[in-house]
């Protein structure tokens, strides 16, 4: 009888845990779905119609190109297109683009989506990696592990999780001064993960949301500068950046 009561209770509680993971999966999966998508302002910038997408997820793809290529991990939750004039504006220089669709748009369920992009496309000699807050660590984490295969590893709004002080890999940091979500101290207090070969560009009045273009952001400080202005120093900041690599 206290065998058979034990197992009773075994039972239950194996189901009961059973229930919490699936409910907290799938509590995550929805709240996953509840995403940042691309401004009436970026829409107004570009047909977004009219991007071109390849087995990964966005492309940009130059009438002139350099032979070389830029890879943007998505911010979490945000969507893809919400770097589309980023995407634009850099490929018109003659970099490939690419803006890859990361699984529940998280860049750490996705950190090796660079590994396929970078196959696919042979003629690109030279490959530059990087995302948007959450976005920048799954890059940082594919950089760490390929090194000798990348140009240039950079962060917008973000800082590596992983020790690139003994590196020698070139790294960018271009930091909102009014970011609400990484803060000028955590860019401060994580100066000391990035490799000596490192740039930190300031964006004066520049805020977290604004390193994409979907609005407002939950938990961030207002910009004292437009979406458009801070895009545009973003693409400045990432082309004088890359074109000395």
């Known amino acids: 009888m206290k065998r058979s009561t034990a197992k009773k209770w075994s039972i239950r509680i194996a189901l009961g845990i059973v229930s919490l993971l699936a409910f ?38 130059p009438e002139n190109p350099n032979g070389q290529g830029l890879i943007l991990y998505q911010g979490a939750k945000v969507e893809a297109r919400a770097y589309a004039y980023l995407g ?6 003659g970099y490939t683009v690419s803006i890859p669709k990361l699984p529940l748009k ?18 690109i000699t030279a490959w530059f990696i990087g995302g948007h807050s959450l976005g920048g660590v799954a890059a ?9 295969e990348l140009a240039g590893l950079f962060f917008l709004g973000s800082y590596p999780a992983g020790d690139f002080a003994a590196s020698k890999l070139p790294m960018l940091s271009i930091y909102g001064e009014n970011d609400g979500l990484t803060l000028l101290e955590d860019i401060e207090n994580n100066r000391v993960l990035f ?21 407002e952001q939950k938990g961030d400080n207002p910009a004292d500068i437009s979406p458009l202005e801070q895009q545009d120093l973003i693409v400045e900041a990432l082309l004088n950046w890359m074109k000395d690599k």
Do not use: C, W
């Not at 634009?88 to 220089?93: V, Y």
């Not at 090796?112 to 696919?120: R, T």
């Not at 940082?140 to 000798?148: G, K, P, T, V």
């Open 24 to 61: 907290a999966v799938i509590g995550f999966i929805l709240y996953a779905q509840f995403d940042y998508g691309p401004s009436e302002t970026l829409a107004e910038q570009v047909d977004l119609g009219a991007v071109n997408r390849d087995d990964h997820g966005l492309v940009f793809l």
């Open 195 to 215: 490799s000596a070969s490192s740039e930190f560009v300031e964006i004066p009045g520049g805020n977290h949301a604004q390193f994409g273009m979907y609005g």
């Open 140 to 148: 940082a984490m594919y950089a760490e592990e390929h090194q000798d």
């Open 106 to 123: 998280f860049g750490i369920f996705g950190v090796n989506k660079a590994e396929a992009v970078i196959e696919d496309y042979p003629e």
């Open 88 to 93: 634009e504006k850099l490929s018109e220089q």
